[in-house]
């Protein structure tokens, strides 16, 4: 399994996951016509893309799905109140999903976690390649990290975490207190030092790649959130690279580039 961020932050997310010929992104938070560009940097044609898994409702995760189906006849997952709370949807081409099921796409099988969020019903995501055993989590846009999540995250092959901000620069920025408290209460954003102490508690031996999401612009810088990661990752069995994505590129390929088979899946 390969992954590639399309941009990460609060002007828009996107992830691509591909495994075995099959193609599904992560959140179309972009213009079809932006997703078509950042799609062409991976080599990849949105005619391909076999689905989208929309985590939340909110516009810089689904700002082009509505126009994205209509163009390129693209099914839609996601939990039944992420579903609904989405304008001009093709009602045909989407499944809602239960917390508590798996479900498969193509060559990936797919679970999803519900976090805490001001959301309707907003989800992380554990992605599993069917043929290697290779798992990548992806969680951005969470307040807190409930045990559900620990245990779904757990030996993950590739980790995509929310880093949205470090907690000095909110606390010394321009926002206004009430926007603060929506930021670092229970239903808003991971801090860096959220953040790391997770990737500390989720480092394996299999771990390859911690990709930072969703740093903000305004209260955070790259610098800032790679160095609190690497820190916690400090003495850790993981010895993963760590990266921030960008916001304004596409980035990657992170995980298993070569398709290889994962070691724990050979020890019988």
């Not at 990460?8 to 078509?36: C, M, Q, W, Y």
């Not at 969680?139 to 590739?158: I, M």
């Not at 790259?222 to 596409?250: I, N, Y």
Request: net charge positive; hydrophobic share 45%; with cysteine.
């Amino acid at each position: 399994m390969k992954a590639w961020t399309l941009g990460s932050g609060s002007k828009g997310n996107s992830i691509l996951l591909e495994s075995d010929g099959t193609r599904v992104l992560i959140d179309a938070g972009f213009s079809p016509r932006a997703l078509a560009q950042r799609l062409a940097t991976a080599g990849v044609q949105p005619e391909s893309i076999s689905a989208v898994i929309v985590t939340h409702e909110h516009i810089d995760h689904m700002k082009g799905i509505s126009a994205a189906q209509r163009k390129w006849k693209w099914q839609l997952f996601g939990s039944a109140g992420t579903i609904a709370a989405i304008a001009d949807l093709d009602e045909a081409r989407c499944t809602a999903i239960r917390s508590t099921a798996s479900f498969n796409i193509g060559a990936l099988q797919f679970e999803l976690i519900r976090v805490p969020h001001d959301a309707a019903a907003p989800t992380a995501v554990v992605a599993t390649a069917t043929r290697t055993g290779f798992r990548t989590g992806v969680a951005h846009d969470l307040g807190a990290v409930p045990d559900t999540l620990r245990a779904a995250f757990a030996r993950l092959d590739l980790l995509l975490l929310e880093s949205n901000h470090d907690e000095e620069m909110l606390r010394n920025g321009p926002y206004p207190a009430f926007l603060q408290s929506r930021i670092t209460g229970g239903s808003g954003h991971l801090s860096n030092r959220k953040s790391a102490a997770l990737t500390r508690e989720l480092a394996c031996e299999q771990l390859r790649h911690l990709v930072l999401l969703h740093l903000s612009e305004v209260n955070n810088t790259p610098q800032h959130a790679v160095s609190a990661a690497e820190t916690a990752l400090r003495g850790a069995k993981s010895k993963c690279r760590v990266t921030a994505a960008p916001q304004d590129r596409a980035a990657g390929p992170f995980g298993d580039v070569t398709g290889g088979v994962r070691q724990l899946a050979l020890a019988l």
